[in-house]
Nanobody
């Protein structure tokens, strides 16, 4: 029943912006961490940002100041605002959710972000 669906990816020029969304199906009643990861061709998946149930956030150091993660608890949705995009940001971006009481992981199918020079 639990499902994560990402949207908002696409092709943008360097310096542009995108806003990704991750909608979790149903209502999740337990504390959780939601985050965004990305995977570029030939590279392993890496953390972009995450937000906990108490709204505390963590970012990859190299992305701080350009990317912002937010969360709408009523809509059960996480967002990733990406500004000043660079070609090296090109990757498939995945939404992740961890239920804290169980430690169970959930992943979305990913959304492609391509930044042209």
């Amino acid at each position: 029943q639990v499902q994560l669906v990402e949207s908002g990816g696409g092709l943008v020029q360097a310096g542009g912006s995108l806003r990704l969304s991750c909608a979790a199906s149903g209502i999740i009643f337990r504390p959780k961490v939601m985050g965004w990861y990305r995977q570029a061709p030939g590279k392993q998946r890496e953390l972009v940002a995450r937000i906990s149930n108490d709204a505390s956030t963590n970012y990859a150091d190299s992305l701080k100041g350009r990317f912002t993660i937010t969360r709408d608890y009523a809509k059960n949705t996480a967002y990733l605002q990406m500004n000043s995009l660079k070609p090296e940001d090109t990757a498939v971006y995945y939404c992740n959710m961890i239920i804290l009481v169980s430690g169970r992981d959930y992943w979305g199918q990913g959304t492609q972000v391509t930044v042209s020079s």
